[in-house]
C-alpha cells in the first residue's frame, strides 16, 4: 500500500533532522521491519579557486523528476524486497552544512534494507533532472556537476 | 508546427531564457533541434546537454506539433 | 579527534528517534562532510511457533564488548576516509517496534560513508558478545542467534 | 591455581551461575577448562560456545593464575 500512495519528494529549502527522527518514528508501529538504511546528503563547503561554497541552489524539471522518482520507485520494489521507501530532495537554497537528500528504506533484513538505500541514491544522482548552483560567499556562482 | 522549448540551470543562464515557443519544420529531429539551438546560443559543451522530449531521455525521435522539448545541463541532484 | 575520544557505546533500553536527529544536528557544524549514513536496527515481532516476539532483552560481556567496539572503530578509521562515526547499542528490554542498534557514519563522499556504514554493522553482529533474550508474549523465551 | 569464569546469556541460564572462582591444575589449558564445564553443566550445543581469555577469543592459551575465562553463546548484537 505504501508503495502505491503518489509521494512527494522535493522540499523547499533544507530538510530539517527533526523530519528525519519523525519519519523514523513513523516506523514503529510496523513490526515486521528489521532494519532501516538512511542516506543523507548534506552540503560541503568545497574550495575551488580559494572561495568556500556557501550554499547551493537546487532547480529541477520538476514534472519529468518526479516521474523518474517514481520509475526509481517501481523498479526498486521490484528488485528488492523492502517494506517501505522514502525519498526528500531539496529544491531552492541549502546553505553548507545543511541537508539536501533524505533516502529512507525499511526491511525486515538488514542486507536488503542498505542495498535498496544505495539503489536509490546511485539511480537518483544519474537519472534525476536536478540542477545545483553552487554559490559562492562572494556572491559568485558554478553549476555543480555530479560525478 | 509549434514545440516549446525549456531550458534548465547553466542552459538558462546562457539562452538568457527558461521557456520559449518556436515554429519548425514538419519532420525535424530532436538532434537537429538540439544542433540548432546549441548555435543560436552558443552553448559551449554541446556534449555535456541532454535533450528530454516530453520527459523522456530517448529522443530518437522525430518532433511533432505541441511537443516539449527540455535541453537539461549535467544532473546534480543528491 | 573524533577518533580518539572514548566512547559509551551502551544506552539502557531502546534508542529514541530524537536522538538520531539530534546526532545529526551535531554534524552540521562540519563542512567538510558531504554524506552520512546511518544503520538502524529494529525488532521486529517475529512468529515462532505461533507466538510472537514482544520484546528483545540484551545483555552483555560489557568490559569486552566495549574493547571490540573500539578495536572495530580503529579498524574502520584506518580502512575509510571517514570524518566520523558513531554506534550506540541497547542493553536491557528494547520492545518490537523499537530501535537497538544505531550506526552513523560520515564522510566527504556517499560510497566511503555507505562502505564504512555496513562495514560497522558487519563487524557488531559478528564480533562483539553482546546476546539477546527473546520474549514472547506469554513470558516465554528463547535466546536470538545471528543469522 | 584460581581462575574466574563467567557465563553468559543462555550459558548462565544453564549453568544457574553468572560467574564462579575455580580452583585448576596448573597448566590447564582453555579447551580442557571448556571440555570440563560443559559437562559439568550439561550444556548442550558444545559447538556453539566460545571461550574469551581475558576478553580474547584466542584460546590456544595456557591458563594462567587470575585468569578471567568467559564462556560465551551465540552473539545476537544489531
Known amino acids: 500500500m505504501d508503495k502505491k500512495k503518489p509521494k512527494k519528494v522535493f522540499v523547499q529549502g533544507a530538510i530539517p533532522p527533526e523530519k528525519i527522527a519523525q519519519s523514523i518514528a513513523n516506523h514503529q508501529s510496523k513490526t515486521n521491519i528489521g532494519a532501516h538504511s538512511i542516506f543523507l546528503g548534506q ?91 553552487e554559490i559562492f560567499e562572494d556572491e559568485t556562482h558554478q553549476w555543480k556537476v555530479n560525478k | 508546427m509549434k514545440i516549446t522549448i525549456k531550458y534548465f540551470g547553466i542552459l538558462a543562464e546562457t539562452s538568457g531564457k527558461k521557456e520559449e515557443i518556436l515554429e519548425v519544420d514538419k519532420g525535424m529531429s530532436a538532434a537537429e533541434l538540439k544542433g540548432r539551438q546549441i548555435k543560436t546560443y552558443q552553448i559551449p559543451e554541446e556534449e555535456s546537454v541532454q535533450l528530454a522530449v516530453n520527459q523522456n531521455l530517448n529522443t530518437e525521435v522525430e518532433l511533432k506539433e505541441g511537443d516539449e522539448v527540455a535541453f537539461l545541463p549535467p544532473f546534480a541532484g543528491g
Open chain 1, 43 to 133: 552540503i560541503r563547503a568545497d574550495e575551488v579557486n580559494g572561495k568556500a561554497v556557501g550554499a547551493i541552489e537546487y532547480s529541477a524539471y520538476e514534472e519529468m523528476a518526479e516521474k523518474v522518482f517514481h520509475e526509481i520507485r517501481e523498479a526498486a520494489f521490484s528488485k528488492f524486497d523492502i517494506t517501505c521507501a522514502h525519498i526528500y530532495h531539496s529544491l531552492g537554497k541549502v546553505k553548507t552544512g545543511e541537508l539536501c537528500l533524505f533516502v529512507f528504506t525499511s526491511s525486515a533484513h538488514r542486507k536488503i534494507a542498505i542495498d535498496a538505500c544505495t539503489y536509490f541514491v546511485e539511480e537518483i544522482k544519474a537519472k534525476v533532472p536536478i540542477f545545483g548552483k
